[in-house]
Every structure is written in C-alpha cells, then in structure tokens.
C-alpha cells in the first residue's frame, strides 16, 4: 500500500499558519496597556505598569517680604518752654514710612483743635493741642515734626520745633487719632512786638499739602528771630 507524500511546500504553509494563530491568541486583549505619567507631589511623574515608561519634572519657587510693625501713639505731655530750635520752616520734617507708601498724607486726615487749648491764665505760655485723624480705610504712619505756620496780616511765622523730646513712630488706625502740641507766648504790653494770627497753617510730616486752622487766642509776642522763642511745636504723638 502506497503512503501519501507531502510535499516540502505544503509543510511549509502549515508551519506558517500554525504561528499565526499562535500569535493571534498572545494578542487577544488588544496589546499591552499604554504608558500613564501622573503627577506626584515631588514633581517626579510616575509610570503604570506596562512596556514604556515615561518620566516628568517640575520645579518651583517663591520669595516672600514681610515688615514689622510700627510703634503706636503713647499721648502727649506739655513740654517746658524754650525747649525748641529756630529755623522753622513750612514744610512737616520727619521721616518716610517705607516701599510701602503708609505714610499718612493730608488729604486722609481730619485736622482740629482739641477742646480745653489755649493759655489757662494771663502772662501763662498757652499750650494748643492739634488732632489729627485718620479717616482713610487704612493704617498710616508718621514721624517728626508737622510743619505750622502761624498767619496774620502780612506776617507769617513758621514756628521753630522742640528738640527736648525726640519724635517716636506714630501707626494711625483708620478713625483712630494722635495729636501734637504748638506751644506759645501771650503778648503782654511793654513785652516786645505783638502779633494777631488769625490762622494756624499745617502741614504733616513728610507732605507738602497744608490744611489750615483758625487761631481763636489771644495775641502772641512775636519771636521769629529768637534762638530760644517761647512758641514753638512739638512732634506728632509727643509724650
């Protein structure tokens, strides 16, 4: 009996087919599960299971400035007289309050004179108590001396500042108040030449714009070239 023959072609598309249906079983689920970067709190990606990697990184950086605070308003006390300097001028001295811009500017105060001012008796050096408040919606700051400018007729005086206490940093809180002192000597006839102001001109330390009050005293013995005058201002927040 005679035996089929298989011819080497044959035998070779049966192999041939054998290994694709091989591989299509290893490939049933679609392939191997792509690659996923997530994102960790390092910056570092992290990679699933699978036949790629993947990897990523971030960086960051931040800067931070911070001030302190400054120092608030202690009162005020009446200083002696003849306590003071010549050489006044009509501009507020002191010093500024930082990058910030927290320095209180005229235009945010409300200025007065605070009730019970004024000489208490005749031939007595009269002490005027000036308020200053802050009616913005945020905290400012001065330092120094205001200027003040007592006006009447042609005359006008910038008063000389007191150097017996030296100014402290005042933080004014928004409807919060400080004050500042001009101290001044009553004319008193036969003393020296008198003087009428009708006005008290002010100007905060560190600005240029004034605001003006009315001088409602009586008249004062004019001093604006004496070395020691006895009318003189204190400095914002005096003690």
Not at 79 to 95: I, K
Not at 118 to 142: D, F, H, P, Y
Not at 145 to 157: E, I
Not at 182 to 202: A, N
């Amino acid at each position: 009996m005679l035996r089929p023959r298989t011819s080497p072609l044959a035998a070779v598309v049966s192999l041939a087919a054998g290994l694709t249906l091989t591989l299509t079983a290893c490939d049933g689920s679609g392939g191997g599960s792509d690659t996923v970067a997530t994102d960790t709190p390092s910056g570092t990606a992290t990679a699933s299971t699978g036949t790629g990697t993947g990897t990523g990184t971030g960086t960051g950086t931040g800067t931070g400035t911070g001030t302190g605070s400054p120092g608030v308003d202690g009162g005020r006390t009446m200083a002696p007289s003849g306590g003071s300097t010549g050489g006044g001028t009509g501009a507020g001295t002191g010093t500024g309050a930082g990058a910030d811009g927290t320095r209180c500017r005229t235009s945010q105060l409300a200025f007065a004179v605070a009730p019970g001012s004024g000489a208490q008796s005749k031939g007595e050096q009269g002490a005027i108590t000036v308020t200053l408040t802050n009616r913005g919606v945020k905290s400012c700051v001065m330092k120094g001396y205001p200027g003040v400018d007592l006006v009447g007729g042609p005359t006008r005086w910038s008063l000389p500042r007191q150097t017996s206490e030296s100014p402290s940093t005042v933080t004014v809180r928004p409807g919060a108040t400080t004050t500042f002192t001009v101290f001044y000597l009553p004319f008193d006839k036969g003393d020296g030449q008198e003087f009428r102001p009708k006005s008290i001109v002010v100007t905060p330390p560190n600005e240029t714009h004034p605001h003006t009050l009315p001088w409602t005293y009586s008249s004062v013995l004019l001093q604006d070239g004496a070395t020691h005058p006895g009318t003189y201002v204190g400095p914002v927040g005096s003690k």
